[in-house]
C-alpha cells in the first residue's frame, strides 16, 4: 500500500464527485455535438447547455439569461473588470477594490492602470474586512465599478458583500464580487445582495477544472473579452466547453442543495484543527474568528517557514499550502498576510489548511499528531528562534 494522502488544499481545488463526472462522461463520446450547430445531435447539445445555465441561475438567485459560461474564475474576474471599465469609459475611470483581492482581480487592476484607469485599493483591518465606511468615503463622482471579493482565498474572513454593494448601488456604481471561494460554501442571491457581477469556478466546488461562469446583472453595460463567434449570447466567443459545463452544473447543485447540514459537519473539523493547531506556543489564527469560511484555518506560527512546514507535512502525506494557490511558488510573503498589519516574518509562517468532502475526523487527528514534532523540528534550526530562546522568551 501507498502511503496515506491527507488532503486538506480544497481552497486551491477539490476533487470531481463522481456524480458529477457521470454526468459528462456522455457528452465526451457520444453526444458530442457543437451546441452552435443545427441538426438534432447538437440541439441536443444547446438544451443541456441551456439546462446547466438554469442550474447556475438557480443557485446564484439570477435569472438563466444572466449567466454566462467561461473557462474558470480568472478569466470571469478579467472579464468583469475590463469589460466594465471600457463599456463605461465615458463615464468615468475609477475603480474601487481591497488590498486583499485574488491576483485574478489585483492583475487586471493593475493592467487597467497602464491603459489610464485609476484604481483605489481599500484596506482591511486586523480580521481582514473591508469597512463600509471607507468604501463609501471612497466612491468619486467617475467611480464606475467597485470589486470586492466574498470570501478571501487564504485567510477565509467573509467581507460585508451586501452592505458594500448597498452603497454602490447608492451612488449609481456597478458592484462586483469574486465569490470563486464562496460558492457551495455560503448561501448566494445576487438579487438580494446587491451584486451586479458575480465570478465563479467549477473546481472550487467538486466539478471539473476549466469551467466557470459570470454572472451578469440584465441591464449591465460590459464589453467582451474574448471576440470571434456568437456564442454565450454574442459576449463571449469559442466553441462551448460542452461536457465541463454539464459538469458545472450538476456540480453547483449538488454543492448548494443543504449548504448548512455540508458546513455543519467541515465546520465542526475545522474548529478543532483550530483549536489544536493553537495549542502550539507563538501561534496565532490568521482571519475573522467567526466570520469565516467553514473549511478554512489559516495559522501562522513563529519562528519557522511555512515552505519548510508544507515540505515537512508533505513527508507525512498531508497536503496543505502556505498562501493562495496561485502563488505557493514565490518567495515573497503573502499580500493577504501582509495587509491585515502581520511582519514578513511571521507572514512566511503561515500554513493553510482548507477542509472539504475528503476529510474524515482521523484526518485531524493526524495532522495534530503530527505537526507539533514538525514545528518543533524545524525551531531547532531556527536561528530567529535561537534568537528569541536567548533573550529570555
Known amino acids: 500500500m501507498g502511503q496515506r494522502i491527507v488532503y486538506m488544499d480544497h481552497a486551491a481545488t477539490t476533487f470531481t464527485k463522481p456524480e458529477v463526472l457521470t454526468e459528462m462522461l456522455p457528452y465526451f463520446t457520444e453526444r458530442f455535438g457543437n451546441p452552435s450547430s443545427v441538426y438534432s445531435l447538437a440541439r441536443e ?22 449567466c454566462y459560461f467561461t473557462a474558470g474564475g480568472s478569466e470571469s474576474d478579467n472579464w468583469a473588470l475590463k469589460g466594465v471599465a471600457f463599456a463605461n469609459r465615458k463615464k468615468g475611470n475609477h475603480i474601487i477594490t481591497s488590498k486583499i483581492e485574488h491576483h485574478a482581480v489585483i492583475h487586471p487592476c493593475q493592467w487597467l492602470e497602464k491603459q489610464g484607469f485609476e484604481v483605489t485599493y481599500l484596506p482591511v483591518d486586523q480580521f481582514g474586512l473591508v469597512n463600509p465606511a471607507d468604501l463609501e468615503s471612497a466612491i468619486r463622482k467617475d467611480t464606475i465599478l467597485v470589486s470586492v471579493m466574498y470570501a478571501n482565498n487564504e485567510i477565509g474572513t467573509i467581507e460585508p458583500v451586501s452592505e458594500l454593494g448597498a452603497i454602490a448601488h447608492e451612488h449609481k456604481v456597478l458592484f462586483h464580487t469574486d465569490a470563486v471561494q464562496a460558492v457551495g460554501n455560503v448561501p448566494i442571491d445576487v438579487q438580494g445582495q446587491n451584486i451586479d457581477l458575480l465570478s465563479l469556478s467549477a473546481h472550487k466546488f467538486y466539478g471539473p477544472k476549466g469551467a466557470g461562469a459570470l454572472y451578469i446583472r440584465r441591464g449591465t453595460r460590459i464589453d467582451s473579452l474574448i471576440h470571434g463567434g456568437g456564442q454565450e449570447q454574442k459576449k463571449r466567443a469559442g466553441t462551448e466547453n460542452l461536457a465541463g459545463i454539464v459538469g458545472l452544473g450538476k456540480a453547483i447543485e449538488l454543492a448548494t442543495s443543504d449548504i448548512e447540514g455540508h458546513n455543519r459537519k467541515i465546520q465542526s473539523m475545522r474548529d478543532r484543527l483550530i483549536r489544536g493547531i493553537l495549542a502550539i506556543p507563538h501561534s496565532r489564527l490568521n482571519g475573522h474568528p467567526e466570520k469565516r469560511l467553514p473549511g478554512n484555518v489559516n495559522i501562522s506560527i513563529e519562528f519557522i517557514e511555512g515552505e519548510s512546514m508544507l515540505l515537512s507535512l508533505d513527508g507525512f502525506g498531508v497536503c496543505g499550502s502556505t498562501g493562495s494557490a496561485c502563488t505557493s511558488g514565490s518567495l515573497e510573503p503573502s499580500h493577504v498576510l501582509l495587509a491585515i498589519g502581520l511582519s514578513h516574518e511571521i507572514a512566511h509562517g503561515s500554513l493553510r489548511l482548507t477542509l472539504g468532502d475528503a476529510n474524515r475526523e482521523e484526518d485531524v487527528d493526524f495532522v495534530l499528531q503530527v505537526l507539533p514534532g514538525v514545528v518543533e523540528r524545524l525551531r531547532t534550526m531556527s536561528p530567529l528562534y535561537a534568537d528569541f530562546k536567548r533573550k529570555g522568551g
Open 45 to 66: 447539445s444547446k438544451q443541456v447547455v441551456e439546462a446547466a445555465r438554469g442550474r447556475v441561475a438557480k443557485a446564484l438567485g439570477a435569472r438563466p439569461e444572466e
